[in-house]
Nanobody, 119 residues
Framework: QVQLVESGGGLVQAGGSLRLSCAAS????????MGWFRQAPGKEREFVAQ????????YYDDRVKGRYTISGDNAKNTVWLQMNSLRPEDTAIYYC????????????WGQGTQVTVSS
C-alpha cells in the first residue's frame, strides 16, 4: 500500500522552530517531486514548499520564504521541512505530498501533522 508518513509536528511558541519529516513507502510515488501543503481551520489547503528531484530545485510560497527550508534524500524517499521563526498564522495541519512524474500533479498525500504556534 502506498503511504506517506509525516512526523515532527507539535506545539511551539512564536519565534520557535520545528522540523517535519515525511517518508514515502515507495520510490515510484515520489520519483518526480515531493512537497508540503498546509490547511488552517476554516481555510483551504495551500502550497508551502516543493523539491524536485531531477534538478534539486526548491520552491516556496512567499509567506514562508526565508523562514522555511525544504530538503530531502531521494535515495531514502524522504523529505524534511525546517520551519524557523514560526508565527501564530503558521498554525495548521501540514501535509506531505508526492508527484510521481512531471505533469501528474500531487497524487499521493499523507494524513497530516498538526503544527500549533502560540503567541
Amino acid at each position: 500500500q502506498v503511504q506517506l508518513v509525516e512526523s515532527g509536528g507539535g506545539l511551539v511558541q512564536a519565534g520557535g522552530s520545528l522540523r517535519l519529516s515525511c517518508a514515502a513507502s515507495s520510490r515510484t510515488i515520489s520519483e518526480y517531486a515531493m512537497g508540503w501543503f498546509r490547511q488552517a481551520p476554516g481555510k483551504e489547503r495551500e502550497f508551502v514548499a516543493q523539491i524536485t528531484w531531477n534538478n534539486g530545485k526548491t520552491y516556496y510560497d512567499d509567506r514562508v520564504k526565508g523562514r522555511y527550508t525544504i530538503s530531502g534524500d531521494n535515495a531514502k524517499n524522504t523529505v524534511w521541512l525546517q520551519m524557523n521563526s514560526l508565527r501564530p498564522e503558521d498554525t495548521a495541519i501540514y501535509y506531505c505530498a508526492s508527484a510521481p512524474r512531471p505533469g501528474s500533479g500531487y497524487l499521493y498525500w499523507g494524513q497530516g501533522t498538526q503544527v500549533t504556534v502560540s503567541s
